[in-house]
């Protein structure tokens, strides 16, 4: 309400008043015809609104008591043939506006405002003419207030109303799916309405990824859970490991959890590379099948990669599989055997410094032979490498996760004594 005060104030010193136009009867003269034209606001004194959670309708009561506004135009008056016009100062004082709203969601899942009821009163109303006759008609200023007063209290809630359609369009045009890259998509519409109780206001978003390729559900289902109240705080917000592992079958389905691992990518200087003569101290018979040959490796998730949150830690265990391949002269690929590779891991994550940080660690990682070609071989000496090979990979990655991402901002907002929790749903 406090960004929202301000907004207001400052969009109301940009507003136009629409004319008004009225007749008064003044014994001395008669019927008088008069316009108030290009009425602008100069100046508002405007009071920090109420806003509360509204039970009874689903939705906001929002009310501003006390509203004073200075104002500045010109008036027009028709007196038979006599036309006459000047300027006025004007002063309205003790506004009080109540505007009450229901929150919705439509059948695409946006949320949606409707304007319940609207209710405006004005305590005072003081006018001071300039120019042409205006010391003739200041004397009957009483008999314009009335009028006046009357014109503006009418015009206040259609323009509240006026105000909520416009955002009701806005809500209506915001995206419920967004592209996170070239291969995943993320569905965000409302799944049921808006739940409001005396001091919350909960919305459920179905905050599922699917791959931009296949577009397929997972073969796993969401689990509803809530976010329980934290007491001073404003904001809670939930993820389920449910949208973790859509976004993971939906890389999955798409077929990006496989990677080709060739010599070129292994540094010069390293002591182990791809060919079947430096995998001989590990599989001696294949540099005596094939010969000084240089050899891929297949590497792929043999299942959807999953996350479980426990408390304080994510889980997440992978599946996968490694093929190798010898590359003979002519380009062809010989198949030499299959590894299956699984491994867990546990990572933590957390809130500092106005970033998301996080670390990770390998809780178990196990190489097995499932067919070969080339004859049966020990995989423990391949599987103490791999192993090396893991742990340097997870160093690095912890260094970017320790350095972190920044939170997401909003305008004329901030997040504040953020605490980030991993609980067992």
């Not at 100069?42 to 039970?55: G, I, L, N, R, W």
């Not at 990677?259 to 001989?280: E, K, R, V």
Request: aromatic residues 10%; glycine residues 10%.
């Amino acid at each position: 309400k406090h960004v929202g005060a301000g907004w207001i104030q400052d969009k109301l010193e940009l507003v136009t008043l629409p004319d008004i136009s009225g007749e008064i009867h003044i014994s001395i003269f008669g019927n008088i015809d008069y316009t108030l034209t290009g009425i602008t606001i100069t100046k508002c004194d405007f009071p920090e609104p109420s806003v509360e959670f509204y039970q009874d309708v689903t939705g906001f009561k929002t009310s501003i008591p006390g509203l004073s506004l200075a104002l500045t135009g010109g008036w027009i008056t028709h007196l038979g043939v006599i036309h006459d016009r000047g300027s006025f100062n004007m002063a309205i004082f003790s506004v009080d506006v109540t505007s009450v709203v229901t929150l919705g969601k439509d059948p695409d899942g946006h949320l949606s405002v409707t304007s319940v009821s609207c209710d405006a009163h004005i305590g005072d109303v003081d006018i001071q003419f300039h120019g042409g006759a205006s010391w003739i008609f200041q004397p009957f200023v009483k008999h314009f207030k009335g009028h006046i007063r009357s014109e503006i209290e009418h015009r206040v809630c259609p323009d509240v109303e006026e105000s909520i359609v416009t955002l009701e369009g806005y809500l209506q045009a915001m995206k419920v799916s967004f592209d996170v890259d070239q291969d995943l998509t993320l569905d965000l519409p409302l799944t049921g309405l808006p739940v409001i109780d005396a001091s919350n206001l909960n919305l459920g978003f179905k905050g599922e990824f699917y791959s931009i390729k296949t577009h397929t559900d997972p073969p796993f289902e969401s689990q509803p859970f809530t976010v329980p109240e934290q007491s001073g705080y404003m904001l809670s917000v939930g993820l389920s490991e449910f949208s973790l592992n859509s976004a993971s079958y939906g890389y999955y389905s798409a077929g990006l959890f496989q990677a080709l691992i060739n010599d070129s990518m292994i540094p010069p200087g390293s002591h182990l590379h791809l060919n079947t003569s430096a995998m001989g101290p590990f599989i001696p018979q294949l540099p005596k099948m094939y010969p000084g040959l240089l050899m891929n490796l297949q590497v792929y998730a043999r299942e959807v990669p999953l996350f479980s949150f426990q408390p304080g830690a994510v889980k997440l265990g992978f599946q996968g599989a490694v093929k190798a391949f010898a590359i003979q002269p002519n380009g062809t690929q010989t198949p030499l055997f299959k590894l299956n590779v699984d491994s867990k891991f546990s990572g933590k994550v957390w809130i500092a410094g106005g970033r998301l940080k996080g670390s990770v660690t390998m809780n178990n990682f196990t190489l097995m032979l499932v067919s070969s070609e080339v004859g049966t071989f020990q995989t423990d000496a391949i599987e103490s490498i791999a192993r090396i090979g893991a742990r340097v990979v997870l160093a690095k990655l912890n260094e970017k996760l320790g350095k972190g991402v920044v939170l997401p901002r909003m305008k004329q907002a901030q997040l504040v004594n953020t605490v980030l929790e991993v609980e067992e749903v």
